[in-house]
């Protein structure tokens, strides 16, 4: 087999590339280790910057999106029990993010993929990258116990953090950073209408908490829990419980509790690999990068990946040019580590860390009293959230 783009890994960030490449005439396939059911039934993130928008309607695949994403001007930040609305739009000119989940994004490539007649070869196992340093690099892989060679002239590696993409680089060449935090995001699907229209982050006490949600009738909540803890202990009712003490009376008094259909806990890290090329392999998504939950920047930091890629790799084939790919690197990782800073900073001023003294939890207070009065800070706290550009 042979192709110019091999891409491995069907989740959001390989279907967009493919998408982008597909409508650009530059021929690829996806190679996925798991079924395709498996891949339109992972649960994740939803919030969406303005950039991923106009990304996903450039790619032709936003007709879904405008229909039912939910446009969001603002969010609610909650430390112990005062409330503070930051109003996006008025922040930032007119900016706003959009509630879609990843889940609906992945249905919606995957279906424009299959519309298109593009290859995704699912179930592939034992993939290996080859001479990635070289002008040929190569992919094997096995299906249906037959081994199978994809020849190509760049790999992009969308596999996320335990793919095969990132393991295939020489140690010495990649710098990592880590940051692995003490304690998890307990997570709760429920078909229930959401406590409030907009998002609410909340610190408290008892630890961080949030009310979220996947559209008008489902809803999506989560607690801190420590890192040991597990999915088991917790009923429907216990988590409800626990939900609504962290949260101001009227948020409280605005959730409808409901069976779980989903639960499951979420460790917390921050991770960065350095640098995101490696001759003919490229990196992107969470391959290259991790950041927790609390800024919403996982899935929108795979789509900035992915821009600056689908660029790179257009300018190659139609331009002759190879300036994208080789400022391609330190392009994307300029705007992930302005992201980890931001979604570091929110976790540190909602979550309650172990072991944590008087002064910690008097610097988080003065941190939301800072924002409650400073326009300054609640609009660098909207540019980052609505997403800074690429």
Not at 351 to 378: V, W
Request: proline share 4%; hydrophobic share 40%; net charge negative.
């Amino acid at each position: 087999m042979r192709t110019q783009v091999a891409i491995i890994g069907a989740g959001p960030a390989g279907l967009l590339l493919g998408q982008l490449l597909s409508r650009a005439g530059i021929d690829n396939v996806i190679l996925e280790r798991r079924d395709r059911d498996y891949v339109l039934s992972r649960i994740r993130a939803g919030v969406l910057e303005q950039g991923m928008v106009d990304l996903l309607h450039e790619a032709g695949v936003a007709d879904r999106l405008d229909r039912e994403g939910l446009v969001h001007d603002g969010f609610s930040l909650a430390f112990h029990g005062a409330l503070h609305r930051i109003d996006l739009e008025d922040l930032t000119g007119g900016k706003t993010v959009t509630v879609y989940g990843q889940t609906e994004v992945t249905r919606d490539l995957v279906e424009a993929r299959q519309a298109l007649g593009r290859p995704t070869i699912y179930e592939a196992e034992d993939v290996a990258l080859h001479d990635i340093d070289g002008a040929s690099p190569r992919v094997t892989f096995r299906k249906d116990g037959q081994v199978h060679e994809l020849a190509c002239d760049f790999i992009a590696g969308c596999d996320g953090y335990h793919g095969v993409s990132r393991a295939s680089v020489p140690a010495d060449a990649v710098h990592s950073f880590e940051r692995v935090y003490p304690f998890g995001w307990l997570g709760v699907l429920v078909d229930r209408p959401p406590a409030s229209h907009e998002l609410v982050y909340a610190g408290h006490e008892r630890g961080f908490a949030l009310c979220s949600m996947r559209s008008t009738e489902r809803s999506r909540y989560y607690i801190q829990v420590p890192q040991d803890e597990r999915v088991e202990d917790w009923s429907d009712e216990a988590f409800f419980d626990e939900l609504r003490t962290r949260l101001p009376d009227a948020t409280a008094a605005a959730v409808t509790p409901g069976p779980s259909i989903e639960k499951s806990i979420a460790p917390l890290r921050s991770f960065v690999a350095e640098p995101m090329r490696f001759g003919r392999l490229f990196l992107a998504g969470d391959a290259a990068h991790i950041v927790p939950p609390t800024g919403a920047k996982g899935l929108n930091l795979a789509a900035s990946d992915i821009r600056y890629l689908f660029d790179a790799l257009h300018q190659h084939y139609n331009e002759g040019s190879d300036a994208g790919l080789d400022g391609y690197s330190s392009r994307a990782l300029a705007r992930v580590w302005k992201a980890e800073r931001f979604s570091w900073w929110m976790t540190n001023l909602l979550h309650n860390f172990p072991g944590r003294d008087g002064f910690d939890g008097r610097i988080q207070q003065a941190e939301f009293d800072y924002l409650k009065q400073s326009r300054a800070a609640c609009t660098a706290l909207a540019e980052n959230y609505v997403g800074l550009p690429y």
